[in-house]
């Protein structure tokens, strides 16, 4: 596609589940970022990916949270056993890599709400 | 690391009149400073950047500063119009890697 796709755009779960949120990178992009905004806030830090270099985790919140980035290219966030504080939209970026000028691109993000 | 202050948090202006959103940097190593604009229920889009090689940009109603003495850049709306109503963020970035961002400025351009 053209843009930076995020699945699911809302997911509800409850309390103490596993869930999964996708991301599709724009084609040709190498660099992959997962922030999350929590509602009225601004965007935190997750991870970053860069082509095959190990990725910058430093920004996962606990070791509740795991990313992966399979063949360059599609990657997915996992939360396991979900808490409240959870509740946040979860946004994926990416970009043609680390360079001066290269922005990032976002997708619409992925609301999830724990319950 | 990284920090990125955002002013004003909340910003009211009549349609027609300039808005002026400050943001100020702590790492000198930063060189890249992008702008995104945020409608509600909608992922950022980029409006605007800048690169640490040259002091102001524009585009059509929108430009942009940068001192990188001073470590501080800004976002200028000319001409407001109601559709620009929406969050703002900064972000700094060292050659494309980790993007730390602003807090973010909520514009609301009053009809």
């Known amino acids: 596609g053209a843009g930076v796709s995020q699945s699911p755009s809302n997911k509800v779960t409850e309390k103490g589940k596993d869930v999964e949120l996708r991301c599709d990178p724009i084609?040709?992009?190498?660099?992959l970022y997962w922030y999350r905004q929590s509602l009225g806030q601004g965007l935190e830090f997750l991870i970053y990916?860069?082509?095959?270099?190990?990725?910058?985790k430093s920004g996962l919140p606990s070791d509740r949270f795991s990313a992966e980035r399979t063949g360059g290219s599609v990657s997915t966030l996992t939360i396991q056993r979900t808490q409240q504080e959870d509740s946040a939209v979860y946004l994926c970026?990416?970009?043609?890599?680390?360079?001066?000028?290269?922005?990032?691109?976002f997708g619409e993000g992925s609301w999830l709400t724990v319950v | 690391g990284e920090n990125v202050e955002q002013h004003p948090s909340t910003l009211s202006v009549q349609e027609g009149d300039s808005a002026v959103i400050k943001c100020t940097y702590s790492?000198?190593?930063?060189?890249?400073f992008p702008w995104y604009k945020q409608e509600l229920g909608k992922g950022p889009q980029l409006i605007i950047d800048?690169?640490?090689?040259?002091g102001e940009k524009k585009d059509q109603r929108i430009a942009v500063t940068l001192n990188k003495t001073a470590k501080h850049f800004s976002l200028h709306i000319t001409e407001t119009q109601p559709e620009d109503s929406a969050v703002y963020f900064c972000?700094?970035?060292?050659?494309?890697?980790?993007?730390?961002f602003g807090p973010g400025t909520r514009l609301s351009v009053l009809p």
């Open positions: 790492d000198s190593a930063s060189n890249y």
């Open positions: 800048i690169r640490s090689n040259v």
């Open positions: 972000a700094a970035s060292n050659y494309g890697q980790n993007f730390v």
């Open positions: 970026a990416s970009s043609l890599g680390p360079s001066s000028g290269n922005t990032i691109y």
């Open positions: 084609s040709g992009h190498t660099a």
């Open positions: 990916f860069q082509g095959n270099s190990a990725p910058d």
